[in-house]
Every structure is written in C-alpha cells, then in structure tokens.
Nanobody, 115 residues
Framework: QVQLVESGGGLVQPGGSLRLSCAAS????????MGWYRQAPGKQRELVAA???????NYAESVKGRFTISRDNAKDTVYLQMNSLKPEDTAVYYC?????????WGQGTQVTVSS
C-alpha cells in the first residue's frame, strides 16, 4: 500500500508564499506522474500542477507564473512552491501519485489565504 504524506499548509496573507511537500512511501520512480490537486468548499477537485518522472511540469492556467512544482526522486518527494498567493487559492490541497493502473491520494492539507 502506498502512502502519501503531505505537509506545509497553513494560513498566509495575500501575496505571501507557502511550500507544500508530499513524501511517498514508495520510490517515486514507481509513479508515472505526481502532482497536486485542490478542492475549495462547494467546488470540484481540480488539478493544480503535475510533474512526470522525467520532470515535465503541467500547470493550471490560474497558477501559471505563481506556482512551481518540483520533485526530488532521491527523497521520493514532490514539492509545490506557491508564491503571490490569492484568497481564491484557499482550498484543501491533495497530493496525487499515478501509476498506469491506479491513482493514490494523500489526506490533504489546508491552505488558507486571508488577511
């Protein structure tokens, strides 16, 4: 069973920064892609950013230029650096890891952007 453990959420003022981390219990080379999704109250879960084993990133339009996804394969960890945060970024952020046959999810970490 694969476990994804997230950390780094919290409360931040608009314009501030946070870095989320997601550590996998299995080698990250096992996954064809790892990424972050988010879900705000009353809304569907949406992709924020994802990165392939080879390091190719993909971002939602709403976060391009503000968020950066990266992975450290030696630590089996994926990161999401979030800069210039806006109130509309407030959501529960979930780590995701995909193989060719199934998808794994973390427990979620709350990010709140408010003054």
């Amino acid at each position: 069973q694969v476990q994804l453990v997230e950390s780094g959420g919290g409360l931040v003022q608009p314009g501030g920064s946070l870095r989320l981390s997601c550590a996998a219990s299995r080698s990250s080379f096992h996954f064809k892609a790892m990424g972050w999704y988010r879900q705000a109250p009353g809304k569907q879960r949406e992709l924020v950013a994802a990165i392939t084993t080879g390091g190719s990133p993909n971002y939602a339009e709403s976060v391009k230029g503000r968020f950066t996804i990266s992975r450290d394969n030696a630590k089996d960890t994926v990161y999401l650096q979030m800069n210039s945060l806006k109130p509309e970024d407030t959501a529960v952020y979930y780590c995701n890891a995909e193989t060719f046959v199934r998808s794994y999810w973390g427990q979620g970490t709350q990010v709140t952007v408010s003054s």
